[in-house]
């Protein structure tokens, strides 16, 4: 699955799980805000997920360097890595998460388009 079909997969998932936020789709992330107080319009990062995730080795840590970067350059919010169910490296992703103390959990893919949470964010 290609990381284009798997942003539409995910904004669908996000849509329906949380309607009245905001999801914000970029290149490698999407972000869901959520309104910071119900008076005003202020709005503050709910969760991230990762969306790019290369096959070889190398990209696969390097994505997950820069998970772990923008989870704490934000505050520690809930992070997210999305792969294909069909990833090499998704064990070793278990495994690395699985055992980490910080708010980053791991999302698989279906080729069907199920989403499946596989890890969820260590939150305090």
């Known amino acids: 699955m290609v990381n284009e079909g798997i942003s539409e997969v995910l904004c669908r998932w996000l849509s329906s799980l949380f ?3 905001i999801i914000r789709s970029e290149e490698d ?3 869901v805000y959520e309104v910071e107080d119900g008076y005003s319009i202020g709005y503050r990062m709910a969760y991230c997920i990762m969306t790019k ?3 070889e080795l190398t990209d696969c840590y390097r994505n997950l360097g820069q998970c772990i970067v923008h989870c704490i350059e934000n505050g520690f919010v809930p992070t997210y890595i999305a792969v294909p ?3 090499p490296h998704l064990r070793r992703l278990e495994k690395i998460l699985g055992v980490i103390n910080l708010p980053i959990g791991l999302i ?3 080729p069907e388009g199920q989403v499946r949470v596989v890890i969820k964010p260590h939150v305090p």
């Open 19 to 21: 309607p009245t936020s």
């Open 29 to 31: 992330r999407i972000e």
């Open 53 to 55: 995730c290369g096959l």
């Open 85 to 87: 169910e069909d990833y």
């Open 108 to 110: 698989a893919i279906s």
